[in-house]
T-cell receptor, first 111, second 111 residues
Framework: NAGVTQTPKFQVLKTGQSMTLQCAQD?????MYWYRQDPGMGLRLIYY???????DKGEVPNGYNVSRLNKREFSLRLESAAPSQTSVYFC??????????FGSGTQLSVL | SQQGEEDPQALSIQEGENATMNCSYK?????LQWYRQNSGRGLVHLIL?????REKHSGRLRVTLDTSKKSSSLLITASRAADTASYFC???????????FGTGTSLTVIP
């Protein structure tokens, strides 16, 4: 049972480049999430998807787009990366009212 | 702004002592959760307490919840060096499918 799998683990981008972070879960969860974690800031919710076909903005959505491709997969896209998006990104999934399961994270640096 | 705030921001104790960290939040909740993050790793779920519960135990962990004060505490008894990590609280802001994290408490247990 793999749980939540996110790729890549590390990425370096130049300002203005685009990239997509992939996330998949095999626990049949309805809800999926993207967070970013900066030093001293804790985790901040970027976007979430309460069910297949729906997505909603979280606390810090600017500069990001998401796609809930199907029940298993939830991707995060940076269209034009900026240095302020240098962070560690975590994908997570959960059942409603239940605990979150996290992926291992993506360390992104934007130069 | 983030839903939860933990205090203290940092805590250093001797092995065998108890560690207490607190979380305050802003809105009504269905549940509150505590997570641990070891340096450079993903988050691991520790315990979930529902809004109609006042106290919950899991091994050496004890969590209390006071919804009238919008606060929770996590007690780790008989701490071990392996408990050294950052601890975060997360609440669902009454939604059941959006989870917001505090900035965390960094715990150091000195052998």
């Amino acid at each position: 049972n793999a749980g939540v799998t996110q790729t890549p683990k590390f990425q370096v981008l130049k300002t203005g480049q685009s990239m997509t972070l992939q996330c998949a879960q095999d626990m049949n969860h309805n809800s999926m999430y993207w967070y970013r974690q900066d030093p001293g800031m804790g985790l901040r919710l970027i976007y979430y998807s309460a069910s297949e076909g729906t997505t909603d903005k979280g606390e810090v959505p600017n500069g990001y787009n998401v796609s809930r491709l199907n029940k298993r997969e939830f991707s995060l896209r940076l269209e034009s990366a900026a240095p302020s998006q240098t962070s560690v990104y975590f994908c997570a999934s959960s059942g409603q009212y239940e605990k979150l399961f996290f992926g291992s994270g993506t360390q992104l640096s934007v130069l | 702004s983030q839903q939860g705030e933990e205090d203290p921001q940092a805590l250093s104790i001797q092995e065998g002592e108890n560690a207490t960290m607190n979380c305050s939040y802003k809105t009504s909740i269905n549940n509150l959760q505590w997570y641990r993050q070891n340096s450079g790793r993903g988050l691991v779920h520790l315990i979930l307490i529902r809004s109609n519960e006042r106290e919950k135990h899991s091994g050496r962990l004890r969590v209390t919840l006071d919804t009238s004060k919008k606060s929770s505490s996590l007690l780790i008894t008989a701490s071990r060096a392996a408990d050294t990590a950052s601890y975060f609280c997360a609440t669902d802001a009454g939604t059941g499918n959006q989870f917001y994290f505090g900035t965390g408490t960094s715990l150091t247990v000195i052998p």
